[in-house]
Nanobody, 125 residues
Framework: QVQLVESGGGSVQAGGSLRLACTAS????????MGWFRQAPGKEREGVAG????????HYTDSVRGRFAISRDNANNTVYLQMNSLKPEDTAMYYC??????????????????WGQGTQVTVSS
């Protein structure tokens, strides 16, 4: 069983930055893709960014492209989400996800096998 643990959430003013981290632990994770999702109250879970752990190829939803950057540290089974120029509409619970096979869109939640518990990001105006 794979456990994903997120960290780095918090409160920040608009225009600020945060860096989220997600570390996979438990059984050795040998999957190939990880991603970040977010869910605001009353809204559906949204794919934010995804990355291939071997290829390093990344994808972003349009609303964060140019402001957020996803990266990975394969040696430590950790994926990061650097969030810059944060906006109040970025406020949400952010979840890390992992899948064994990089099949399908990296921004669709149903394609992922494992999920973290989430970390809250709050951006004030």
């Amino acid at each position: 069983q794979v456990q994903l643990v997120e960290s780095g959430g918090g409160s920040v003013q608009a225009g600020g930055s945060l860096r989220l981290a997600c570390t996979a632990s438990g059984s050795t994770y040998s999957g190939n893709c990880m991603g970040w999702f977010r869910q605001a109250p009353g809204k559906e879970r949204e794919g934010v960014a995804g990355i291939g752990l071997i290829s390093g190829v990344s994808h972003y939803t349009d609303s964060v492209r140019g402001r957020f950057a996803i990266s990975r540290d394969n040696a430590n089974n950790t994926v990061y989400l650097q969030m810059n120029s944060l906006k109040p509409e970025d406020t949400a619970m952010y979840y890390c996800a992992a899948k064994l096979v990089c099949r399908g869109s990296s921004l669709i939640a149903s394609t992922y096998d494992y999920w973290g518990q989430g970390t809250q990001v709050t951006v004030s105006s």
